[in-house]
T-cell receptor, first 112, second 114 residues
Framework: DQQVKQNSPSLSVQEGRISILNCDYT??????FLWYKKYPAEGPTFLIS?????DKNEDGRFTVFLNKSAKHLSLHIVPSQPGDSAVYFC???????????FGTGTRLKVLA | DTAVSQTPKYLVTQMGNDKSIKCEQN?????MYWYKQDSKKFLKIMFS???????INETVPNRFSPKSPDKAHLNLHINSLELGDSAVYFC?????????????FGPGTRLLVL
């Protein structure tokens, strides 16, 4: 039962362009969403989050959009840089539990 | 200094053996977690401790037993290892149990059971 899905296993983008990573979820109880970034041989690191009371959250080059009716969120990276090349995990949670449910990740490659 | 550290980084062992993975955090956090990332790349919570008390215990075989000697440490002991236990195990910590508390992950322990 995969409650959080990242349907694109990989994405390649030219440096300076926009990267858009997508995530879908099925559980309508989820009310908090996060993106983590992971480099090889390292653990995931927190990138940005959004609560269900918002539809957008920005932090520098990173913006997360939430569409609750579609149960969809996306991460936009503008402009993309080669150092952004990593695996990006989407995660979701609800305030009734203490746990995150992660997607399977999207590998982003930013080409110089 | 590494905030969340795990030892060992790599572990290759035979089926049926018992092994332990150690985790330490120096962030002063109250909550610690163990996650398993399997071959399909699913990252799933296994256990969580808050102030040395177990608060999350997912459907994990009894062969897996977490132990928290103090708030800064959460070790994972695995008995009678099976081929399906091969995975990357990540430890994480957070200031508290609220879902808006950022979780900080260790570098992972790559376990291969032969």
């Amino acid at each position: 039962d995969q409650q959080v899905k990242q349907n694109s296993p990989s994405l390649s983008v030219q440096e300076g362009r926009i990267s858009i990573l997508n995530c879908d979820y099925t559980n309508s109880m989820f009310d908090y969403f996060l993106w983590y970034k992971k480099y090889p041989a390292e653990g995931p690191t927190f990138l940005i989050s959004i609560s269900s009371i918002k539809d957008k959250n920005e932090d520098g080059r990173f913006t997360v959009f939430l569409n609750k009716s579609a149960k969809h969120l996306s991460l936009h990276i503008v402009p993309s840089q080669p150092g952004d090349s990593a695996v990006y995990f989407c995660a979701a949670s609800d305030t009734g539990t203490y746990k995150y449910i992660f997607g399977t990740g999207t590998r982003l490659k930013v080409l110089a | 200094d590494t905030a969340v550290s795990q030892t060992p980084k790599y572990l290759v062992t035979q089926m049926g053996n018992d092994k332990s993975i150690k985790c330490e955090q120096n962030l002063g956090h109250d909550t610690m977690y163990w996650y398993k990332q399997d071959s399909k790349k699913f990252l799933k919570i296994m256990f969580s401790y808050n102030n040395k008390e177990l608060i999350i215990n997912e459907t994990v075989p009894n062969r897996f037993s977490p132990k928290s000697p103090d708030k800064a440490h959460l070790n994972l002991h695995i008995n009678s290892l099976e081929l399906g236990d091969s995975a990357v195990y990540f430890c994480a910590s957070s200031r508290g149990t609220g879902i808006q508390e950022t979780q900080y992950f260790g570098p992972g322990t790559r376990l291969l059971v032969l």
